[in-house]
């Protein structure tokens, strides 16, 4: 071909895609939003109407004695500005001791007294001397109770010495036919209910000092005189329908006790850890601990009650020479924790002799060769 045709072609192809690109035209139209911002949920609570929480109950728990009760009521408002919550509460105890000293305890802890007239107080409480020994832990001989009522809905009334008037709305957490001990749920997260924006929940709590024997359990008598107990009320709202206090590894400590008082036997090196997932298709657990017999075959149990203490194996071991002992894995409980069929609001690990234990529960009881929960767990089992 001509290289004058060739150059020709090239300038009219040129041409043409000038021509073609400078004659294409559209419609169009823009808009814009502006200043976006995103806001974080808001969940806030009002005890009382305080907001933070200042109130004490010492006055209202007082002066008490066995055979009686003691009532505490409060009021949570879930703000107007918050989200729907989960409401949970739970108790610690910071403290137990002998407070002040009578005669008549410190003679049933057999010690001598001095014939001081009155009370012995003070950091060396002196006037008691001897073999005394003291007995102070009244949190395992405190039984617990929980009730809670929408005071937009019911009357929510309550008798002259704060008891609940059964009859006007209030709902059970925990019932006093349970025979709960505070011990037993001392740093256990308890689920109260739900509460909407602007929505209120009254709660009643009972401490009542025990007065009869519940085997293994004595009574409480004089060595009781004059003990003290402290402790933090906890309340926690979560965004609702999210695990809150559940859904996490948590850690369980298990100790050997005076099977007498109940009370921790500390410092022999006797005692046990669980770490467990609080929810999930299957208990994940891990034990290790030293167990108060060497060279003998143990039962991680959980134990409900009542005696004989139906419920489930989880795993055994054999504790070597020294007495050290673990265990871990998984376990398909088939059950939340506690079950159906048990009567408290949370559940009992023990550390049992395998021979005292059979299949699904307690055939024989030697308490001082034990290992016993400081409080109770709660486990959501997911595949039910």
């Known amino acids: 071909m001509n290289k004058k045709i060739i150059v020709s072609l090239s300038v009219i192809a040129a041409v043409a895609a000038i021509a073609i690109s400078g004659t294409v035209a559209y419609f169009s139209d823009t808009e814009t939003s502006t200043g976006n911002t995103l806001t974080a949920g808001v969940i806030d609570i009002v005890v009382d109407g305080q907001n933070p929480w200042e109130a004490n109950f010492s006055a209202e728990l ?13 009021t949570v408002r879930n703000l107007i500005y918050s989200n729907p919550i989960d409401l949970w509460k739970h108790i610690h105890i910071t403290d137990q001791n002998d407070g002040y000293i009578t005669e008549p305890e410190c003679t ?35 039984i617990y109770d929980m009730w809670v009522c929408n005071p937009v809905l019911y009357a929510c009334s309550t008798e002259d010495n704060g008891e609940p008037d059964y009859d006007t709305g209030w709902d059970p957490i925990i019932e ?9 749920i001392s740093s256990a997260w308890i689920y109260l209910g739900k509460l909407e924006p602007d929505a209120k929940m009254k709660v009643v709590q009972s401490y009542h000092l ?22 933090d009320i906890d309340l926690m709202a979560t965004q609702e329908n999210t695990p809150g206090p559940k859904g996490y590894f948590a850690t369980l400590k298990m ?22 997932k609080t929810s999930g298709d299957e208990f994940d657990y891990s034990f290790s601990g030293v167990a108060p017999q060497g060279g003998v075959s143990y039962d991680l149990i959980y134990a409900s009650d009542p005696w004989p203490q139906t419920g489930i194996l989880i795993d055994s071991a054999v504790s070597d020479a020294s007495g050290s002992i673990s265990m871990s894995g998984v376990k398909d409980l088939g059950t939340d924790l506690p079950a159906l069929y048990d009567i408290n609001p949370g559940a009992k690990i023990w550390l049992v002799l395998s021979s005292d234990y059979t299949t699904d529960h307690m055939t024989g009881w030697n308490p001082s060769e034990y290992l016993f929960e400081e409080q109770y767990i709660s486990y959501d089992d997911t595949n039910i």
């Open 62 to 74: 007082s002066d008490i004695k066995p055979c009686y009760t003691r009532y505490i009521e409060f």
């Open 210 to 231: 025990r007065s009869w024997p519940y085997a293994p359990e004595p009574e409480v008598t004089n060595w009781a005189q004059g003990d003290e107990m402290t402790f």
């Open 176 to 184: 006093e036919s349970q025979y709960v001990r505070l011990d037993n």
């Open 108 to 142: 049933e802890g057999g010690g001598t007294w001095d014939g001081t007239i009155g009370t012995c107080t003070g950091p060396d409480q002196t006037c008691c001397t001897g073999s005394y020994v003291p007995r102070n832990n009244l949190a395992a001989y405190i």
């Open 255 to 276: 100790e050997n006790k005076d099977p007498v008082s109940w009370e921790i036997i500390s410092g022999d090196g006797i005692q046990g850890q669980l770490m467990y």
